[in-house]
Nanobody, 125 residues
Framework: QVQLVESGGGLVQPGGSLRLSCAAS?????????MDWFRQAPGKEREFVAAINWSGGSTDYTDSVKGRFTVSRDNAKNTVYLQMNSLKPEDTAVYYC?????????????????WGKGTLVTVSA
């Protein structure tokens, strides 16, 4: 059994910051997986936000969060993070972490092998 558990969501004002965490446990070797963040806003499809490769040496972001969000990982703690700064109302969504084995498929939600249950981020005054 593999579990991915997100935390750190909440209500924040526009321009504020949040740091999401995703802790992995169970029968996976965390360092063997590409870790992704996706988000899903009400009435919209789940979309790619950010990804980080096995070592943390490569990262990728969707255009709308570049320069504001930073993805990182600590393989010793089996945890991936998403630092979100300068938050906007349009960042409001449920944020999910996911694990895959392919860097080339990092944008493809159908390629994710494991998913967390999500954490809600609400950006509102």
């Amino acid at each position: 059994q593999v579990q991915l558990v997100e935390s750190g969501g909440g209500l924040v004002q526009p321009g504020g910051s949040l740091r999401l965490s995703c802790a992995a446990s169970g029968s996976l070797i965390f360092g063997n997986y590409v870790m992704d963040w996706f988000r899903q806003a009400p009435g919209k499809e789940r979309e790619f936000v950010a990804a980080i490769n096995w070592s943390g040496g490569s990262t990728d972001y969707t255009d709308s969060v570049k320069g504001r969000f930073t993805v990182s990982r600590d393989n010793a703690k089996n945890t991936v993070y998403l630092q979100m700064n300068s938050l906007k109302p349009e960042d409001t969504a449920v944020y999910y972490c996911a694990a895959s084995i392919s860097w080339g498929s990092r944008w493809n939600r159908d390629a994710m092998r494991y998913w967390g249950k999500g954490t809600l981020v609400t950006v509102s005054a």
